[in-house]
């Protein structure tokens, strides 16, 4: 457990990595980086940045790149209270089912350039109980899709703001501006 302690500090998000983040995100917005000029997120700015804007329900995001192109998010999620918070009202029954914090880890590869991503997600597990494969696919159709129709999960989606590539390492997301 002691060993835990030096990397939980190093993660840990503070006011001034979320306005780090938060600077660097409006430079990319605006449109007004040179062409091959390379933004640097590091895992304290991308857990700062996920952690002001999360929805009701959720809490103590974590971002983790374990390995080139390999991700890892987890926080503790109350479906019930995700649910309601957009705009969802789950049963009696669904929502004795839902209530409650788990601890849900999600595990994807991201995979870009030319303008493009695409995130696999290759795993997640919730409570404990990974779900992937067949299941993992079922979910991502038919709870994912329609409950957040935007989401664009094993597809190509452009980048926008004239990314050419996001390179996902331990270290820092790189985000590299092209054209």
């Known amino acids: 457990m002691a060993a835990c302690l030096p990397l939980a500090w190093a993660l840990a ?8 983040a938060q600077r660097k995100i409006d430079g990319i917005e605006s449109d007004g980086l040179k062409p091959g000029v390379r933004v640097e997120l590091t895992p304290r700015e991308l857990n700062a940045y996920a952690e002001h ?4 329900g959720v809490r103590n995001p974590q971002v983790r790149v374990v390995a080139p192109e390999t991700a890892t998010g987890s926080a503790l999620v109350d479906f019930g209270k995700l649910q309601r ?3 969802y009202q789950p049963g009696w029954l669904l929502s004795k089912l839902l209530d409650g914090e788990r601890p849900v880890s999600v595990t994807a590869r991201i995979r870009s350039a030319g303008g493009q991503a695409t995130v696999d997600v290759q795993s997640v597990q919730v ?4 779900i992937d494969g067949a299941t993992l696919d079922f979910l991502i159709r038919n709870v994912v899709a329609p409950v957040y129709p935007g ?6 989606f452009d980048l926008g703001h004239r990314i050419e590539a996001l390179d996902v390492q331990p270290r820092a997301v790189g985000v590299v501006i092209g054209r």
């Open 85 to 87: 918070s957009l705009g």
């Open 13 to 20: 998000a503070t006011p001034a990595d979320y306005q780090s």
């Open 53 to 56: 804007y999360l929805p009701e």
């Open 151 to 156: 989401a664009k999960v094993g597809r190509a």
């Open 127 to 130: 409570a404990g109980f990974e």
